[in-house]
């Protein structure tokens, strides 16, 4: 293929079992579970020092 040359894909339609579904949406909401954690130890970390700077 070319450099010049590009390809257009559309998805139509997504075949997956209602049950393989539910099933990656819950693997999902648990690894988005750390990620959480992690923000909120920098937020916490971040206001902390913010705080700590603006405080008279």
């Not at 559309?10 to 075949?15: Q, Y």
């Not at 690894?31 to 937020?43: R, V």
């Given at each position: 293929?070319?450099?010049s040359e590009?390809?257009?894909v559309e998805v139509t339609d997504i075949?997956?079992?209602f049950?393989?579904?539910v099933w990656f949406?819950?693997?999902w909401a648990i690894a988005s579970i750390p990620?959480?954690?992690i923000?909120?130890?920098l937020f916490v970390m971040f206001g902390?020092?913010?705080g700590g700077l603006t405080h008279i």
């Amino acid at each position: 293929m070319m450099d010049s040359e590009v390809s257009k894909v559309e998805v139509t339609d997504i075949k997956m079992p209602f049950l393989s579904m539910v099933w990656f949406m819950v693997k999902w909401a648990i690894a988005s579970i750390p990620a959480i954690i992690i923000l909120w130890l920098l937020f916490v970390m971040f206001g902390g020092l913010i705080g700590g700077l603006t405080h008279i």
